[in-house]
């Protein structure tokens, strides 16, 4: 199974009540490589990747192609995509091993060898002994396999995934990301994984397309994503991010609780974000900028300080070793590094 | 007994009396009219062989037959189609098609003679462009009509709501493994509607069987069941017959409801 390259041009949505879902973006997919659309709910991931599977269509002027053949006047029963829904889809009136079958059937495939196809699928996700079941004796977790198994058992060009784990509990959710992961390595077939969750796209895609009010905000792996974020929405929406607000007056950053010298124009009004991790906690003495400790949440593994950032801004987090301990009204340095600042 | 169960009995026991009083006494009584009057149990073999009322048996059981596949062929389209598509006007459409619920079947029959009688909408049509007068308002065709008129909005309701309820991802699951709208259709769209389908078409079919005042108003040119018993008890005073008839026309209903129950899994029950 090897994944074809996909090219979306200039795919923009608008329904029939005027409403526009999507205004048009354009993004390529490498063969074999695997994209997450990452955004909060309502932000046109979903009719995005409903636009690469042809159950939309795209405005005029849009295109989608496949392998560099225009796709998108086809439906897509003639598109060859696998799909994967947050309600498993699964049918009902069938048992496990029909629904694996199903896209064989309508191939014209003839029932033993379909049957014998579909079981070598429903052996690779583990659901060997499953095939006789029905729909309703299966867990989610099973049921979302099965539903992978019959998305991939047609060999499809390339699979799409609208939030399936979304309906899952958290310690499955993890388990089947894992196995997904594994899933589309080995296979190397192409894919489009639609999630609101961060933790899916960092794991799940080779690059993360982040979405915002139907535009896409930035396009890059998960480190760009993370540490070069291209706008405050894709900071603030992907991981935790410091936001501490001053000047800068001859290359250094001057706010209400210090200076940090930094690297950059004068600006009179300048907004510097850093991730909780890239904040360290020193003596209060001689420190570029001081703090009181609002509270401390001992997490094991780590703590995360929260740091009084004044009337009206948000408190501060740094995230640090879990020895020390700290108490509210207690006050504290805080260094970052220049090259963790980041001006948006 | 305890002092629960003692209650539980004092809830039911004005139900049982009712029950008792006009549903299994009656019944008993019907029964033992159709076998101890008359020819006894000679009269359900003399009613099997008489052609008459074989014929009556017969046609009866086509038009409900006929009218059940009709309704449901009709109104799982028209549900489809209603409970996937929103356009302005849509609630009057559904208004509209529920409209005929609100009719006795004397009213139905009525509207069938307008629309098919002797003075009919049809007739004057027919005959302005082909000089022949078409008249189907006292035929089958005619009870036909009239029973798709009461059975079509009953089971339409039924199938609309079995119909929303289904999950669209399933049919897109469909199309994404190759199939199209007809294979969609047959092998995921009909088979989720099936026990609504079942379910109201044994119910469309029992109306049907039973209906009354429609078969009243237009069965000139031909004999249904319920017409039957009703001119062999009021105008033959062929009590025995009357009875064995009415036995049999209660035994087909009862059951086409008992397949519509178990399809439903819940209490259906046959009107008009």
């Not at chain 1, 489009?192 to 796209?201: G, K, L, P, S």
């Not at chain 1, 690297?263 to 209060?284: G, N, Y």
């Not at chain 2, 169960?5 to 009656?26: C, H, K, N, T, Y």
């Amino acid at each position: 199974m090897t994944g074809i390259a996909i090219t979306v041009e200039a795919c923009g949505k608008t329904f029939a009540d005027g409403t526009r879902a999507l205004s048009p973006i354009s993004f390529e997919i490498g063969a074999g490589e695997s994209i997450a659309i990452l955004g909060p709910s309502g932000c046109g991931k979903t009719t995005a990747l409903r636009i690469i599977a042809g159950l939309e269509g795209p405005d005029p002027g849009g295109r989608v192609l496949f392998d560099g053949a225009d796709v998108t006047p086809l439906p897509i029963e003639r598109r060859n995509v696998g799909m994967v829904f947050q309600s498993y889809a699964l049918f009902p009136n069938m048992s496990v091993i029909e629904n694996v079958a199903y896209g064989l059937r309508v191939r014209g495939v003839p029932r033993q060898p379909r049957l014998g196809q579909a079981q070598e699928v429903l052996a690779m996700m583990r659901l060997a002994e499953f095939g006789g079941r029905r729909i309703d004796q299966l867990s989610g977790g099973q049921r979302q396999r099965v539903a992978l198994a019959r998305a991939l058992a047609v060999k499809p060009r390339v699979l799409l995934l609208d939030e399936p784990l979304t309906a899952l509990d958290a310690a499955l959710r993890e388990d089947l990301r894992a196995e997904i992961d594994g899933l589309l390595r080995t296979l190397r077939i192409s894919s489009v994984y639609v999630t609101h969750d961060q933790a899916e796209a960092m794991v799940l895609g080779d690059r993360i397309i982040v979405m915002e009010r139907g535009a896409i905000a930035q396009i890059g792996t998960p480190r760009d994503i993370y540490f070069r974020p291209a706008s405050r929405f894709v900071a603030s929406f992907v991981g935790t991010m410091n936001r501490l607000e001053g000047a800068i007056r001859g290359g250094v950053f001057e706010t209400r609780a210090g200076r940090l010298p930094v690297d950059r124009a004068d600006a009179a009004e300048a907004v510097a974000f850093f991730r909780p991790e890239a904040a360290r906690l020193t003596p209060a003495d001689g420190a570029p900028l001081r703090f009181r400790v609002a509270r401390c949440h001992f997490l094991g593994a780590a703590q995360r300080v929260y740091l009084d950032a004044g009337e009206g801004a948000p408190a501060l987090i740094a995230d640090t070793d879990n020895r020390r301990t700290w108490q509210p009204g207690q006050e504290t340095g805080l260094a970052v590094s220049a090259s963790d600042l980041l001006f948006l | 007994m305890t002092q629960q169960s003692r209650f539980a009995v004092i809830l039911v026991l004005p139900l049982a009396i009712f029950v008792a009083a006009f549903f299994l006494l009656p019944m008993a009584q019907l029964a033992m009219r159709s076998l101890f009057s008359g020819d006894g149990t000679l009269t359900y073999a003399a009613i099997l062989a008489t052609p008459r009322y074989l014929a009556t048996l017969g046609a009866t059981l086509g038009v409900a037959a006929l009218t059940t596949i009709l309704t449901l062929v009709l109104a799982t389209v028209v549900a489809l189609f209603l409970a996937r598509t929103r356009f302005p006007g849509r609630g009057f459409v559904i208004a509209l098609l529920t409209f005929p619920l609100a009719f006795p079947g004397v009213v139905v029959g009525f509207l069938v003679i307008l629309l098919a009688g002797r003075q009919g909408l049809v007739g004057t049509v027919s005959q302005a462009v082909t000089g022949e007068k078409i008249v189907f308002a006292y035929s089958a065709a005619g009870l036909l009509v009239g029973y798709l008129y009461f059975s079509i909005p009953r089971v339409l309701l039924t199938v609309m709501a079995a119909a929303e309820k289904l999950d669209p991802a399933l049919e897109e699951a469909a199309r994404s493994l190759g199939a199209g709208p007809w294979r969609v259709l047959a092998h995921i769209v009909l088979p989720a509607l099936g026990p609504a389908l079942t379910a109201s078409g044994a119910l469309c079919f029992a109306t049907a069987m039973g209906a009354f005042g429609t078969a009243f108003t237009l069965a000139t040119n031909i004999d249904v069941l319920p017409m039957l018993i009703y001119t062999e008890f009021t105008l033959n005073a062929n009590v025995a017959v009357a009875s064995a008839l009415s036995i049999l026309l209660g035994a087909i209903t009862w059951l086409a409801l008992t397949i519509a129950r178990s399809a439903s899994g819940s209490g259906v029950a046959a009107a008009g």
